[in-house]
């Protein structure tokens, strides 16, 4: 098991980037790697939704939120054949917006295990860059 760390600055309050960042639906919007999510349109989050992502290289994991304490924690599972991950984003105020503090891990068996410890030692430089990029697309919105 690969676990990774990072923390983002975003100059949006709390309630805002937690609202975009725990709906499974903005994703495609701001995660490089993804192409689409299939969850109902009408469903708003909650604790135990599922659904599935597509990447962009064709991976198309299944996801359920397994925790959601608005406004300060939201934690997702997902797996995909040999490979599990969990990703957990707490949230906190800032004097110009929030942090956004990142953790998870990837877990491979058997074949996977090589492929998902490097997936685990870049996932931290990814995500912080995908919330970064979160955070330009929420203050274009806001301003």
């Known amino acids: 098991m690969t676990g990774f760390h990072a923390s983002v ?3 949006v309050p709390v309630e805002v980037a937690y609202a975009y960042l725990s709906d499974p639906r903005n994703r495609p919007e701001w995660q490089s790697s993804l192409r689409s999510v299939t969850v109902p349109a ?4 909650r604790l135990g939704q599922r659904w599935q992502e597509t990447t962009s290289v064709g991976v198309r994991p299944q996801m ?6 608005p406004p300060l ?3 997702e599972r997902g ?3 040999g490979v ?8 906190a105020r800032t004097p110009r917006g929030c942090r956004v503090d990142i953790s ?7 074949a996977w295990a090589v492929p998902a410890t490097v997936a685990g030692r870049l996932a ?16 274009r919105r806001t301003t």
């Open 104 to 110: 998870g891990d990837v877990d491979g068996r058997g």
């Open 42 to 45: 009408d469903e708003e989050p």
């Open 124 to 139: 931290g430089i990814a995500v912080a860059a995908d919330v970064r990029k979160a955070g330009k697309i929420l203050a």
């Open 73 to 75: 924690v939201w934690a």
């Open 79 to 81: 797996w995909w054949r």
């Open 84 to 91: 599990s991950a969990t990703l957990t984003l707490g949230f």
């Open 9 to 11: 600055d975003l100059p």
């Open 64 to 69: 359920e939120i397994t925790e959601m304490d």
